[in-house]
């Protein structure tokens, strides 16, 4: 099975044409949604999820493209922090990957649609004293 490729250029010398795999502009618009303030992760399938779980990255995990005659519709699937605007970050992911794909490639991104899977809370991190784990020296500092 042949992988999809898209024509970046046409040249009409002899120096012969760009073509860009579907799955490096996946990657493209994966890292652009994941570099927005307010995404944790972006979304994998069930097959992606086991390929990281052996120690694999998967950069274009979360990310669907579709060639259309209009442009390039891409959905992504992220998590989001807790406690941000969905719609904030939501316009912040299309605009981010949109301008990046132009960069990059000159491709027109005609949509991009972001689907929220679910919010990811922060972990709550406390450190522990070892040598005063009942807060003993705060009780007999004051005694003393």
């Known amino acids: 099975m042949a992988e999809e490729t898209i024509v970046l250029t046409h040249s009409s010398e002899a120096s012969g044409e760009t073509l860009v795999s579907m799955r490096v502009l996946e990657i493209i618009a994966g890292l652009a949604a994941q570099e927005v303030e307010g995404v944790s992760r972006l979304s994998g399938s069930l097959s992606e999820r086991a ?5 694999r990255r998967v950069h274009g995990k979360g990310v669907a493209l579709q060639q259309t005659a209009d442009g390039l519709t891409v ?70």
Not at 75 to 84: A, I, K, Q, R, S
Not at 87 to 109: D, F, G, N, W, Y
């Open 51 to 55: 390929q990281e779980a052996f120690g």
């Open 75 to 144: 959905d992504v699937y992220v998590y989001l922090n807790y406690g941000v605007s969905v719609p904030k970050v939501s316009h912040a992911i299309q605009q981010r990957v949109t301008s990046q794909v132009a960069a990059m490639t000159e491709l027109q991104v005609n949509l991009v649609n972001v689907h929220v899977q679910g919010v990811v809370s922060q972990k709550i991190t406390s450190s522990v004293d070892v040598n005063n784990l009942f807060g003993e020296e705060s009780d007999t500092e004051g005694t003393k």
